[in-house]
């Protein structure tokens, strides 16, 4: 029973752009914090960015700061992440989680599947 699906990936040249998109089940999305993390190919998964239920809170990785933007919207039960300035390190397999303590400690119990972001030189 698949509950939070990615969607937005692709290949984009460095310099451009891409926004994420994960939509979830109300029972995962309601109350609980959201995050974004991504696998580069041989290497361990990473946090990118959170941000908490009520949307007011927000964090993000230090190598993403200024460039990602992570966002919500609790009408329609999904989280973003707008990705500009990509560069060829930001080449990764991103996925969507979500937890009650999913943004502040991205501790979290639900995942996605992932989308692939390809960030070409």
């Known amino acids: 029973q698949v509950q939070l699906v990615e969607s937005g990936g692709g290949l984009v040249q460095a310099g451009g752009s891409l926004r994420l998109s994960c939509a979830a089940s109300?029972?995962?999305?309601?109350?609980?914090?959201m995050g974004w993390f991504r696998q580069a190919p041989g290497k361990e998964q990473e946090f990118v960015a959170a941000?908490?239920?009520?949307?007011?809170?927000?964090y993000y990785a230090e190598s993403v700061k200024g460039r990602f933007t992570i966002s919500r919207d609790n009408a329609k039960n999904t989280v973003y992440l707008q990705m500009n300035s990509l560069k060829p390190e930001d080449t990764a397999v991103y996925s969507c989680?979500?937890?009650?303590?999913?943004?502040?400690?991205?501790?979290?119990?639900?995942w996605g599947q992932g989308t692939q972001v390809t960030v070409s030189s």
């Open positions: 989680a979500a937890g009650r303590d999913c943004s502040y400690y991205r501790s979290c119990d639900y």
């Open positions: 941000i908490s239920w009520s949307g007011s809170n927000t």
């Open positions: 109300g029972r995962i999305f309601n109350n609980n914090g």
